[in-house]
């Protein structure tokens, strides 16, 4: 199974800012996926990270609010815009090799907007 | 509207016996299961998966039942390990996509 490691673990940010989420894996891999764990809640699909295209969103996601790169099959970066309370979850990169295999997950990042 | 349903937040169950956790959905497009576990501060470890063509899948300690009919997903864990206490997932995908549908989580508690 794929090693995928994001970074940063934890942060503390003020509502307003932007915070970038990066994600490395180990191997190629073919699809990247970033998803959102509010508290108490299921987690989320957000987008599909495309290596050399834009993302494709999930309803209730926009562009603006969550940019995504794939500048390769390695790693993508999820950056979390304008941040407010309400952005306040863990986020997860998880990637996937083909239709019938499972998802990996990463550690995640758990945001914290004061 | 929830696809996939979690209905018991959590479960307590002593060391040795067997647990089992529950998961409903609704959207018959759903052709893949998966169960995964999640401990605090880490992200989601895949478990044990099914395919809808299959109504059992067996891995060591861990079985996943799916019954299509009443679009019910169980997992039975056997015999319970403190070691398993953590938070388990239950995911559906649609058919020829990659996208996964995560129910709420059941915590699970075993004691020793």
């Known amino acids: 199974s794929a090693v995928i490691s994001q970074k940063p673990s934890r942060d503390i940010c003020q509502r307003g800012t932007s915070l970038t989420i990066q994600c490395q894996v180990d191997?190629?891999?073919?699809?990247m996926f970033w998803y959102r764990q509010q508290p108490g809640q299921s987690l989320t699909l957000i987008a599909t990270?495309?290596?050399?295209?834009?993302?494709?969103?999930e309803s209730g996601f926009v562009i603006d609010k969550f940019p995504i790169s794939r500048p390769n099959l390695t790693f993508s970066t999820l950056t979390v815009s304008n941040m407010s309370p309400e952005d306040s979850s863990i986020y997860l990169c998880?990637?996937?090799?083909?239709?019938?295999?499972?998802?990996?997950f990463g550690q995640g990042t758990r945001l914290t907007v004061v | 509207d929830q696809q996939v349903k979690q209905n018991s937040p959590s479960l307590s169950v002593q060391e040795g016996r067997i647990s089992i956790l529950n998961c409903d959905y609704t959207?018959?497009?759903?052709?893949?299961f998966l169960w995964y576990k999640k401990y605090p501060a880490e992200g989601p470890t895949f478990l044990i998966s099914?395919?809808?063509?299959?109504d059992k899948n067996e891995d060591g300690r861990f079985t996943v039942f799916l019954n299509k009919s009443a679009k019910h997903l169980s997992l039975h864990i056997v015999p319970s390990q403190p070691g398993d206490s953590a938070v388990y997932f239950c995911?559906?995908?649609?058919?020829?996509?990659?996208?996964?549908?995560f129910g709420t989580g059941t915590r699970l508690k075993v004691l020793a």
């Open positions: 998880s990637v996937g090799e083909n239709l019938n295999t499972e998802a990996f």
């Open positions: 191997s190629q891999v073919t699809m």
């Open positions: 990270a495309n290596q050399g295209s834009e993302a494709t969103y």
């Open positions: 959207n018959s497009m759903f052709d893949y």
């Open positions: 099914i395919s809808s063509i299959k």
């Open positions: 995911a559906a995908k649609y058919s020829g996509t990659y996208k996964y549908i």
